[in-house]
């Protein structure tokens, strides 16, 4: 399997696992099954490698091992195969305070790994809205914060609300 990147710095699938395995050709059959076997050991070694990289204390990595030892070779094709299919789903990093939390140096060198650009020059149009944008001199460290607003005014109408029947019938 290969993963690259697209513009958005997510990872697509390029080719699938299963895409390898024509079960109507018997002899292709046992070649197949090696050819996953050594795909699922690059991947695995791709993932665990990056947790290593990011996660100093190596907790993260265990866990992913353990988790992928589990599985056979079949189960782990699938596994993959529906992890690029669902948007939602992502690799889980979990930060243990006082024992591991990952610092600046860490990041960098994970999103080296991964191959993903966190420094990028910033265009400030605020700063000249009437003609070109001005850009910073040198590229910047960028991180991005998705943010959503919040739907609460229905919710304080019905708490404030002074008359009972207009509470009662939400």
């Known amino acids: 399997m290969i993963l690259n990147r697209n513009n958005n710095s997510r990872f697509i699938e390029?080719?699938?696992?299963?895409n390898t395995i024509d079960p109507n050709e018997e002899l292709l059959s046992e070649a197949a099954q090696t050819s996953i076997s050594v795909k699922r050991k690059k991947i695995e070694e791709y993932v665990l490698k990056f947790f290593y990289i990011l996660d100093t204390s190596g907790k993260?990595?265990?866990?992913?091992?353990?988790?992928?030892?589990?599985?056979?070779?079949?189960?782990f094709s699938a596994y993959m195969n529906n992890f690029f299919k669902d948007e939602k789903s992502n690799f889980y990093l979990e930060i243990f305070p006082f024992e591991f939390e990952p610092n600046l140096k860490d990041i960098k060198l994970s999103a080296d790994f991964l191959g993903i650009e966190l420094d990028e020059y910033v265009y400030m149009?605020?700063?000249?809205?009437?003609?070109?944008?001005?850009?910073?001199?040198?590229?910047?460290?960028?991180?991005y914060l998705p943010g959503k607003r919040m739907r609460a005014k229905r919710f304080f109408e019905i708490l404030f609300s002074r008359i009972i029947r207009i509470r009662e019938a939400y």
Request: aromatic share 10%.
């Open 60 to 75: 993260n990595a265990k866990k992913y091992k353990e988790f992928y030892e589990q599985m056979s070779d079949g189960e």
């Open 125 to 143: 149009p605020f700063e000249n809205p009437n003609g070109p944008a001005p850009r910073t001199m040198t590229p910047v460290m960028v991180g």
């Open 14 to 18: 390029t080719s699938s696992i299963q």
